[in-house]
């Protein structure tokens, strides 16, 4: 059963639970009331003086179900983008230049930008999920553009500067999307009485000099990211500024006052730096200075990413329980010059693991059936500890919070471009000293 069905299915039963509990107290109500005036038994409850039970539920459940849901389509769908994805690679690699290899490339993009959208509404379902990787900023800074301009009211003009394409933070997405929420919104709240109002955001590198170290003991690495989040609104008053990153500060009569010590604590953990500049009546610049992912950016500025890299006849595992998927990833890593063991489950792969020495990596799916990629991998290292292993996943939190990845292990999320995977596999290759047998 798809991660999808299980979570229908368990909200589905939830429901069921809550109304048969719901129809019980309100009979022994009724009859509490009957008797209490000696009357006759519990009258009939009529069906239509029920609240829905979907509205009774306390928001933290409801919540916990659209993530579940929203995960579950996640995972099919990143499958399916996965399996699209791979065949394009294929078709490309049989098409000299001109408009048919065009169209192709088309199509590529369209799917990287599926991709994103897909991971948006993942990152903004998984809210108390803090996992560091390297984010790419172009990207990001364009999806988050496209849902604050759905969130923030129409009259509100928001102005995202360009993005260079080689600013990469590590950091969780889920957490950097909560940062920028909370002082775009602060920023929403100080533009009323505007004429026009605006919200700008920029995001520039910034080079840490002597002094700006000595005022931000929290920084550990001169090259930073700077996001600059600027308002034309109300402005902050001189006397309150060293106030407004206090825990339960605030001037609003509904807030809680956390929003900004919030983003303060998580840029101190970053091991970044945060800066205020606003003057009353004029308007406010936020800036967060953050760490960049340096290895990720020089990956890129060196022009690495969109390179294949190939094999020499290794023999690798594939284990993954959807058949587009596996098929296509199959029909790629041979193009790359592997061999290929190709299995649907868990089980299979370790079954397959045992049958075949001469395996030398195991590419797994996180989530399958009969045997998770995970518990798999566990049990193949259990024959062979220094086993190369690179975990693939559309989706599957649920998994990974029972379960932590295997030490040295990789993982790598789905849809991956054909470049990506062909760089990770060589790298775990090399880090292992794997050779086909």
């Given amino acids: 059963m798809s991660a999808q069905k299980s979570s229908l299915a368990e909200l589905e039963a939830r429901l069921q639970a809550l109304e048969a509990e719901n129809r019980s107290l309100r009979k022994k109500f009724k009859l509490l009331e009957t008797q209490n005036s000696a009357a006759a038994p519990a009258a009939k409850t009529d069906p239509n003086e029920l609240t ?3 509205n009774q539920l306390p928001p933290p459940l409801q919540e916990a179900a659209i993530s579940s849901l929203i ?97 990469i933070l590590q950091i969780d997405a889920s957490q950097f999307q909560q940062m920028l929420m909370i002082l775009v919104t602060n920023a929403q709240d100080a533009l009323g009485g505007q004429n026009i109002p605006t919200i700008g955001i920029s995001v520039e590198h ?33 006397q309150l500024q060293q106030q407004i990153f206090t825990p339960f500060f605030t001037t609003k009569q509904q807030a809680t006052g956390l929003g900004l010590s919030m983003v303060a604590d ?57 058949d587009f998927v596996r098929d296509s990833h199959k029909d790629v890593l041979v193009q790359l010059g592997y061999r290929v063991l190709a299995v649907a489950d868990g089980r299979q792969a370790v079954e397959a ?56 292990a990789e993982l790598l999320h789905k849809p991956a471009s054909m470049p990506e995977l062909s760089r990770r596999v060589q790298r775990l290759l090399a880090k292992y000293g794997g050779s086909a047998v």
């Avoid at 998994?399 to 030490?407: D, E, I, R």
Wanted: net charge negative; glycine share 6%; proline share 4%.
């Fill in 52 to 54: 829905p039970v979907e």
């Fill in 71 to 167: 995960g579950g389509i996640t995972h099919d769908f990143n499958n399916l983008l996965s399996a699209i994805m791979g065949n394009v690679f294929l078709l490309l690699r049989q098409f000299e230049e001109g408009p048919q290899k065009d169209r192709l490339r088309d199509v590529q993009k369209l799917c990287q930008n599926a991709a994103d959208m897909t991971a948006q509404m993942l990152i903004f379902s998984r809210r108390n999920v803090h996992k560091r990787e390297s984010l790419q900023l172009r990207n990001f800074m364009h999806d988050f553009g496209k849902m604050c301009r759905v969130l923030l009211p129409q009259d509100i003009c928001l102005e995202i500067g360009e993005v260079a394409d080689d600013l």
């Fill in 206 to 238: 910034f080079s840490a000099d002597a002094k700006f170290f000595a005022k931000h003991k929290a920084l550990k690495q001169s090259e930073l990211v700077c996001i600059s989040v600027i308002d034309n609104g109300c402005g902050i008053p001189q």
């Fill in 266 to 322: 998580a840029v101190e953990r970053l091991q970044g730096a945060i800066e205020l500049t606003s003057i009353a009546g004029q308007g406010t610049i936020m800036r967060l200075f953050l760490p960049c992912d340096r290895q990720a950016i020089n990956e890129r500025r060196n022009g690495s990413r969109e390179e294949l890299e190939y094999g020499q006849g290794e023999l690798l595992l594939l284990a993954d329980d959807d």
């Fill in 353 to 408: 693991f045992t049958e075949y020495p001469q395996v030398v990596m195991a590419i797994l799916d996180v989530a399958m059936p009969k045997l998770d990629g995970i518990s798999a991998a566990q049990q193949m290292r259990q024959l062979r500890p220094e086993l190369p292993v690179l975990f693939m996943t559309g989706y599957a939190d649920r998994v990974l919070a029972k379960q932590s990845l295997p030490v040295d």
